[in-house]
């Protein structure tokens, strides 16, 4: 807890991710990731978002497609996007959140010394299928008005700049998964947040306030496997999606304040169109 910390040193609370869809996720082309990012905010539309490129582990092997910069890799999973792949996120899981050690990260989380394998590759294997494969979130009342509006307004004020609403796969042996256009509301690049959402913490070549945008697919749904509220952005601190929208700051002001400048009828519908997801 951050009382036991010395004094001084950095923390965040995050949270768990959502695991559904992931598997599309996974399989976004890297020159896809790259066509969306514009780190030097080229166009001038003060969006500036950017991979974070990161060293493979060896026990890793840099897919087909693969982008690399001076030997490093972007990363997509993680609340930093420092993680590679799914086998990268479930043996990082075993280890670190669980404190268990497999094959791939064969070390103690406490004392870094190397230790015997307490799960086989088979069953971390058989986890990654799971999260390949574990369905996207499907959007609802598509077709009532407030939310179609709403689809129109999340546009015009800016988030589908880094809510992308659509990105399509590449080649799988996964059949279901393969050449499919799906709907995640992501870039999966970093973003800088600005101060309101600075708390210290990073990881790879992410600052301290960047992260990565999150995917807004299942957000009215999440509700149900938080006790019946929200808790979002990365630690939870937002009660509602409103709250949310309100401590985007960085590159997220802009569309902050095109939300702001709306009226409470329009806000309504933006709103219902988020739930709908």
Same mark, same amino acid.
């Given at each position: 807890? +951050?009382?036991?910390? +010395? ?18 996720? #996974?399989? &976004?082309?890297? !020159? ?17 978002? /950017?991979?974070?490129? $990161?060293?493979? +582990? ?8 693969? &982008? ?7 990363? /997509?999973?993680?609340?930093? !996007? ?10 990082? *899981? ?7 050690? %497999? ?8 004392? %870094?010394? #190397?230790?015997?394998?307490? &799960? ?6 058989? &986890? ?7 369905? *996207?979130?499907?959007? /609802?009342?598509?077709?009532? =008005? ?17 809510? /992308? ?8 042996? $996964?059949?279901?998964? *393969? ?15 600005? +101060? ?6 990073? #990881? ?9 945008? =999150? ?9 149900? %496997? ?12 937002? =009660?509602? $999606? #409103? !709250?949310? $929208? ?8 802009? %569309?902050? !304040? ?6 409470? *009828? ?12």
């Amino acid at each position: 807890s +951050p009382e036991q910390l +010395p004094s001084g040193a950095p923390f965040a609370k995050l949270l768990p991710p959502a695991n559904t869809g992931l598997g599309f996720l #996974e399989l &976004v082309p890297d !020159a896809d990731i790259l066509a969306m990012s514009d780190p030097d905010d080229l166009d001038g539309d003060g969006i500036s978002g /950017r991979p974070n490129w $990161i060293a493979l +582990p060896a026990y890793l092997t840099a897919r087909p497609d693969a &982008v690399s910069q001076t030997g490093r890799y972007i990363g /997509r999973f993680g609340k930093k !996007a420092v993680v590679y792949d799914l086998l990268q996120q479930s043996a990082r *899981a075993y280890n670190q959140d669980m404190g268990i050690a %497999s094959t791939y990260e064969p070390f103690d989380t406490y004392t %870094s010394h #190397e230790i015997d394998p307490e &799960v086989s590759n088979q069953t971390v294997q058989d &986890v990654v299928f799971y999260l390949r494969t574990l369905k *996207a979130p499907i959007p /609802r009342d598509t077709d009532a =008005p407030d939310v179609a509006t709403g689809k129109t307004l999340f546009g015009q004020v800016g988030c589908a700049k880094c809510h /992308r609403p659509t990105l399509r796969t590449g080649p799988s042996s $996964i059949e279901p998964l *393969a050449e499919r256009d799906f709907h995640p509301y992501t870039d999966l690049l970093l973003h800088d947040m600005g +101060p309101e959402l600075d708390d210290g913490y990073t #990881e790879g070549s992410a600052t301290t306030s960047e992260w990565r945008t =999150p995917p807004l697919w299942g957000l009215g749904l999440s509700k149900n %496997s938080q006790g019946g509220q929200y808790y979002l952005l990365h630690d939870g601190r937002a =009660p509602n $999606i #409103e !709250a949310a $929208i309100l401590l985007h700051g960085g590159e997220g002001s802009q %569309s902050r !304040a095109a939300y702001q400048a709306l009226d409470a *009828a329009q806000k309504t519908r933006l709103l219902s169109f988020l739930e709908s997801l």
